[in-house]
């Protein structure tokens, strides 16, 4: 079916998705029906995908670049959280008639932008009329070490509960979004809304950890529900102090004005953070690692015997926290 | 956001689509967010993907199994058509509230029956909720031999030109879904509407092709257009004799009654039969791998010098097509 907005299917990809292709002579500058990749020796090929959807995950009138950057990167904080290096990754593009070539050469441009920025490329894709909302569906492909994945299951007791960045952000900052804590400064509001519309994978970080991290996984579902995956995975209790967790000078002027707030922190999610446990004798590699990719790494608690993940106040009593992590279905 | 017709994402999970993943340690039950493959050597990886939207590529009242195993086939066929050997498939889930868990249980059924006929394992996932259409975005993959995917752009002057099974089954049966066709016996009738309901990819056949085919594709846009991919790719022209086209006894009687099907034939697609070209010196190979998979294969034509594919009559005057290929988009 033509449409007025915008070109048919092959010229869409010829002119916008094409072009994000032309550093891998496998995909073929998307022209066959599948792509090739020669692997290497000694590594896993690791998979993961993640879709989002217009009205669940993001808005119709969020900046196409930033969705298309979105969707991309929750895929490689995926990767990033089990320490994998990824190398490129498949569409599915559901678009609703409404979207205009325009609208589709700034979404083309958010995954060209982040390509560069985290040395990844196109590899195939679908595009497709959705006689409904957007929906973007991307799979991620990286490598790791064969064998040396980093798991969930992996947390030991007597290992250092870690995090990466600021946590809490990205839920402050879709409170901001939503027109809410007007009380704080403009460029911190900012600040919370970036997170919340683009998160930053920990692209370097990740397969950084391999060597130290026992269980690891990136922060989607929120800080407390996502060390309870882990937790669980594992058979272990994981204890986080409320007071270590890490916060942006933004989310800490939120939580100066609403103390109740640290709720939302520890279980909002959308953090994209890698959360991981090491035993202690890694501090010393730990602290390196962040040295060397400029990233603030932040140990947050410990691993115990026992189940479940509990986050403790100054005075060791257990916060409540109103909900076990965010979930969009 | 809990719904009334069915569990949550993580129950979901556990019931219906970890069984689906057990046959892949490095799948870790979908408990992880991602998984891990050990690639064997001298294989390359082949990843293709391909979405399905309710109201553009099936109904919401179809059967929800086969809505599940087309959605798995028509990525299983664009491996077969590169000669790959499918291993696995992530999936994208977009669910609308509407879909109880009886329908889930059902779609999930349809995919254990493919995975158990076609040796492929799930091995990962994601489930969100869709505010419009049900959508099913699946990435497949597969391997092949380091270097040797068969591509669009292999075709030579001089190849024979061959096509496995019938074709316009899966045309004629969307006209029997819709109430056409009304003339031709019951059985038949069911056997089309079978046949675009639920396509059977050439799993084993496309493999044993990498050693005589040159260019190669899957037919799902019909079989000029697919040929016109392949014509393109190759910078060659493609001719094909009508009269050659395989058809199934239920499409002869089809176009006994109405001749000008024949352009619906050639043209309809979703046919998923594997489209190739190959040396004259190739005939007794390929007739000795139909037999091995007792897959009808025909010779249908030629490669010439030129551009573009033509379908010719019995007089060699080219048919004229209406349309150039079936697109959904």
Known sequence: MPHANRPGEFELIRRYFAPLAAGCAGALSLTDDAAFVTQRDGQDLIITTDAVVEAVHFLAADPPDLIARKALRVNLSDLAGKGAVPFGYVMDLCLPDAIDEAWIAAFAGGLAADQAEFGVQALGGDTTRSPGPLMIAITALGNCPTGRMLLRAGARVGDDVWVSGTIGDAALGLMVQRGGLT???????????????????????????????????????????????????????????????????????????????????????????????????????????????????????????????????????????????????
Chains 1, 2 share one sequence.
Do not use: W
């Open 183 to 329: 009380e704080i400064d403009q460029a911190e509001r900012a600040m919370l809304r970036r997170r919340y519309l683009c998160p930053e994978p920990r692209v370097r970080l990740g397969p950084l950890l391999i060597n130290c991290a026992h269980g690891a996984c990136d922060v989607s579902d929120g800080l407390a529900a996502d060390f309870g995956h882990i937790a669980e995975a594992s058979r272990v209790a994981i204890r986080i102090e409320a007071a270590a967790v890490p916060l942006s000078a933004a989310a800490t002027s939120a939580l100066a004005n609403h103390p109740d707030l640290m709720v939302e922190i520890i279980s909002g999610g959308d953090d994209y953070e890698v959360a991981f446990t090491a035993p202690p004798e890694s501090r010393a590699d730990i602290a390196q690692i962040a040295r060397e990719t400029e990233t603030r790494i932040t140990r947050i608690g410990v691993v115990a015997q026992g189940r479940g993940v509990s986050v403790l106040d100054r005075a060791g009593f257990p916060v409540t926290l109103q909900k076990s992590g965010y979930t969009h279905f």
